[in-house]
């Protein structure tokens, strides 16, 4: 079969010829791909600019951590998970040795594999994932859809990590589809919700489509015309999703005395800030990373619930064989999640 491997620690992809997946062994499933999507993390691995090294022991090694399929194959112990069952699968991989695992706190495992990134993911026809990664969808869903299950897992997240609460004003820095779905989020809990890109009209578009009036690009306005177009002084809670170390202090500048800061993006080099001025403002700075099983439960019932809602964060849908036009687009910020079918 066709996979999109990453097979030597520099620039591109490769379109390869590999063989199928071994048959499943107990405790896992064959997923058939239906879609995948380029993550921005992917994008990373495709560039080579740094922060991935830890992939060159898996090389050659099928990325793709955002996809949705079906059940084409069963180990044993797979519990009800039959042939044909669509699923979304957690492209985290707990060891299930360590004293986490052992004691059934699997969240808090520390020794994982990425379904994606040290083994193989899902921009390949088939994949063999543990079927407690996968989580069941319906039969009439959009497979498509259900593959922005990762992303929104990490909005959810950093969404919670924010307590985001109804009538809050949310700043939401950075449009790509997490920053997308923590707006969305946000919205949903109530909130008033902001978003600012940097020369991001697609993504910044795909942002009213979900519902969210108040975008603005910041290579076109500045910062303080936020508050005067949404009459918006001070927010209660800013959510950085651009890994640019400016935005930190940028945002932190935006924030209420007391307000949360919530760093979600994967930051590439160090971040100073104004530590006195954080200090004298009480600002508060959480980290979010991945989401628990928990969250991961909440977020596929709101995919299934919120379908024809989540529609416009998918622009495109290309042949696997076009894989490399796909990281070429989604490199120069054209369009929002897009889509590989293998
Ligand atoms: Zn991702
Ligand atoms: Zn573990």
């Not at 079969?1 to 620039?11: D, E, H, I, N, S």
């Not at 927010?235 to 979600?264: M, N, R, W, Y």
């Amino acid at each position: 079969m066709q996979a999109l491997q990453k097979t030597t620690a520099a620039f591109g992809l490769e379109l390869r010829d590999v063989p199928a997946p071994h048959a499943p062994a107990d405790g896992e499933v064959i997923v058939e791909v239906a879609a995948a999507g380029i993550c921005g993390s992917d994008v990373h691995i495709y560039d080579w600019s740094g922060g991935y090294d830890f992939l060159k022991s898996a090389f050659p090694v099928t990325i793709g951590h955002e996809f949705a399929g079906r059940v084409i194959e069963t180990g044993g112990n797979v519990g009800a998970l039959a042939i044909g069952q669509p699923v979304v699968v957690i492209p985290s991989v707990e060891c299930g040795v360590c004293e986490a695992c052992r004691s059934g706190s699997v969240d808090a495992c520390r020794d994982r594999r990425g379904i994606g990134m040290l083994r193989d993911g899902g921009f390949a026809r088939t994949v063999r994932v543990p079927a407690a990664n996968c989580l069941t969808l319906p039969d009439d869903i959009d497979l498509g859809i259900a593959a922005l299950g990762e992303p929104l897992s990490i909005a959810m997240s950093a969404v919670k990590t924010a307590e985001v609460a109804a009538g809050d004003r949310v700043l939401v820095m950075g449009p790509g589809t997490i920053g997308q779905g923590i707006a969305l989020l946000a919205s949903v809990r109530g909130a008033r919700v902001v978003v600012v890109g940097y020369d991001d009209a697609g993504r910044l578009e795909t942002v009213r489509a979900l519902g969210i009036e108040h975008t603005f690009d910041l290579c076109e306005h500045a910062l303080a015309d936020v508050k005067t177009r949404t009459g918006i002084d001070e927010f209660d809670v800013v959510i950085e999703a651009t890994g640019v170390p400016s935005t930190v202090q940028a945002g932190l500048d935006c924030l209420k005395p007391s307000g949360v800061f919530v760093i979600c993006g994967i930051h590439g080099k160090p971040v100073s800030f104004d530590a006195a001025k954080l200090v004298r403002n009480r600002h508060q700075i959480r980290g979010t990373y991945r989401a628990t099983r928990a969250t991961w439960a909440e977020v596929r019932d709101f995919v299934v619930a919120q379908q024809a809602r989540l529609a416009p964060m998918v622009t495109h849908r290309l042949p696997l064989a076009d894989a490399i036009d796909g990281f070429e687009m989604a490199r120069n910020k054209i369009g929002s999640k897009i889509l590989l079918l293998p």
